[in-house]
């Protein structure tokens, strides 16, 4: 089993940056690859990012490219989500995933964090 906890989320006005983290324990972390989604209210879970398993490859959908960054720190047990340029369209709860398999992570994760609300007002 992985356990995952998120933290880092809050309230930021729009154009403002937020980093959120999570911790994994339970299995050896470099050995998973990581990724964050999200879910806004009425819509369902998206893909927001990934990262491989030695950090060296990393994945955004679309609409984040250019100001999200998703980070790991192997020794720390940690992945990151540094989000810069916040929109009210980035709203919602983010969600920490790990999978064994870096194609996997990105469309069907084995383990979740329980989320962190993200609010971005205008």
């Known amino acids: 089993q992985v356990q995952l906890v998120e933290s880092g989320g809050g309230s930021v006005q729009a154009g403002g940056s937020l980093r959120l983290s999570c911790a994994a324990s339970g299995r050896t972390f470099s050995d998973y690859a990581m990724g964050w989604f999200r879910q806004a209210p009425g819509k369902e879970r998206e893909f927001v990012a990934a990262?491989?398993?030695?950090?060296?490859?990393?994945y955004y959908t679309d609409s984040v490219k250019g100001r999200f960054t998703i980070s790991r720190d192997n020794a720390k047990n940690t992945v990151y989500l540094q989000m810069n340029s916040l929109k009210p369209e980035d709203m919602a709860v983010y969600y920490c995933a790990a999978d064994p398999s870096l194609p996997y992570v990105r469309i069907n994760p084995h383990y979740w964090g329980q989320g962190t609300q993200v609010t971005v007002s205008s």
């Open positions: 990262i491989s398993e030695s950090g060296f490859n990393t």
